[in-house]
């Protein structure tokens, strides 16, 4: 069991947008801005693609989003291609002493 | 180019003891924290461990705590990962990741292909 928790699978056309969820807590998504989204291809490594809540990396495309509210966070992906099929994880700092990270379940997005 | 080039990883039998290295190249390695991330064959990502960029101070997941012993060499650009009283549940492949902004733990900008821990007798 994650500590973040994403949907298991989404999916949408070419074309179309999808958005997936992290739902976390007080101690963690809901205190700080610190929530990051990465994209991981079959035997890749993971990719950073959305970092604190809504910045993206140089090179990454301005179609994927980032947003949250109260404990929960969301990845938008607008006009879907068929290389944005893959696995996406989010993660945030947890709040406590000492520090660490937490990350979701993983969502499998499905183009469809 | 930032690289990162994990080894170390074997099939160990439980209660084994393993050391994980990554070899860093193309950032200033002493000005930023490092951590290590594995994932279980299928499953989702875990963090493990965290060490800042000084190596003073480390950071550790519940489920490695008392067992596992994150360090760094500043002068030879390295990152290391003792790994001790090893269990099946420690199946995993270990990535060593890097942190974005200097002297931040998180989030991770730069990840390694990662090296390959299998226990079972």
């Known amino acids: 069991q994650s500590d973040l928790t994403q949907p298991a699978s989404v999916s949408g056309s070419p074309g179309q947008s999808i958005t997936i969820s992290c739902t976390g807590s007080?101690?963690?998504?809901?205190?700080?801005?610190?929530v990051s989204w990465y994209q991981q291809h079959p035997g890749k490594a993971p990719k950073l693609i959305i970092y604190?809540?809504?910045n993206r990396p140089s090179g990454v495309s301005s179609r994927f989003s980032g947003s949250k509210s109260g404990n929960t966070a969301s990845l938008t992906i607008s006009g879907l291609q068929a290389d944005d099929e893959s696995h996406y994880y989010c993660?945030?700092?947890?709040?406590?002493?000492?520090?660490?990270?937490?990350f979701g379940g993983g969502t499998k997005l499905t183009v469809l | 180019d930032v690289q990162l080039l994990e080894s170390g990883g074997d099939l160990v039998q439980p209660g084994g003891s393993l050391r994980l290295s990554c070899a860093a190249s193309?950032?200033?390695?002493?000005?930023?924290?490092l951590s290590w991330v594995r994932q279980a064959p299928g499953k989702g990502l875990e963090w493990v461990a965290a060490?800042?960029?000084?190596?003073?101070?480390?950071y550790y997941g519940s489920s490695v705590e008392g067992r596992f012993t994150i360090s760094r060499d500043n002068f030879k650009n390295m990152l290391y990962l003792e790994v001790d009283s090893l269990r099946a549940d420690d199946t995993a492949l270990y990535y060593c990741?890097?942190?974005?902004?200097?002297?931040?733990?998180?989030?991770?900008?730069?990840w390694g292909q990662g090296t390959l821990v299998t226990v079972s007798s």
């Open positions: 990741a890097k942190g974005k902004r200097v002297l931040k733990v998180f989030p991770f900008d730069s």
């Open positions: 193309g950032f200033t390695f002493d000005n930023y924290a």
């Open positions: 060490i800042d960029a000084a190596g003073i101070t480390t």
């Open positions: 007080n101690n963690d998504i809901g205190t700080y801005n610190y």
């Open positions: 604190e809540v809504s």
């Open positions: 993660g945030s700092y947890a709040a406590g002493s000492p520090l660490h990270v937490v």
